[in-house]
C-alpha cells in the first residue's frame, strides 16, 4: 500500500523559511516522477514545483528563485524548501508521485499524478 506523508508546514511571517517533506512507503520510488502542488481556499490546486526521475526540476513561475524541490531516492523523500515566503504562498501544500517512463519529464497538471499526500498546510502572515 502507496503512503505519503507531508510535513514540515506551519504559520510563519513574511520572508521566513520553511522545508516540507515528503515521506513515502510502498513505492518503487526510483520510478516515480515527483510532485509539489498546493490550494488556497477557495481556488484550484496548482503545480508548485516538480523534480523527475533523473532530477531535473520545473517550478512555478510564482515560486522561482525562491523554491527548491530535490529528492532522495535512497530515503524515498521528496523535499521542498522555501524561501522568502509571501501571504500568496499561504495554501494546502501536497505531494504527488507520478509513474513515469521517460526520466526527465515533469508534468504540470495535477490529474497526471497517481498518489497524493494528504498535505500540510503553509501559512504566511504579513
Known amino acids: 500500500q502507496v503512503q505519503m506523508v507531508e510535513s514540515g508546514g506551519g504559520l510563519v511571517q513574511t520572508g521566513a523559511s520553511l522545508r516540507l517533506s515528503c515521506e513515502t512507503s510502498?513505492?518503487?520510488?526510483?520510478?516515480?516522477?515527483m510532485g509539489w502542488f498546493r490550494q488556497a481556499p477557495g481556488k484550484e490546486r496548482e503545480f508548485v514545483a516538480g523534480v523527475s526521475r533523473r532530477g531535473i526540476t520545473i517550478y512555478a513561475d510564482s515560486v522561482k528563485g525562491r523554491f527548491t524541490v530535490s529528492k532522495d531516492d535512497a530515503k524515498m523523500a521528496v523535499y521542498l524548501q522555501m524561501i522568502e515566503l509571501k501571504p500568496e504562498d499561504t495554501a494546502v501544500y501536497f505531494c504527488?508521485?507520478?509513474?513515469?517512463?521517460?526520466?526527465?519529464?515533469?508534468?504540470?497538471?495535477?490529474?497526471?499524478?497517481?498518489?497524493w499526500g494528504q498535505g500540510t498546510q503553509v501559512t504566511v502572515s504579513s
Open positions: 510502498g513505492l518503487s520510488f526510483s520510478n516515480y516522477q
Open positions: 504527488a508521485a507520478r509513474w513515469s517512463v521517460p526520466v526527465t519529464t515533469v508534468e504540470r497538471t495535477s490529474t497526471s499524478y497517481h498518489y
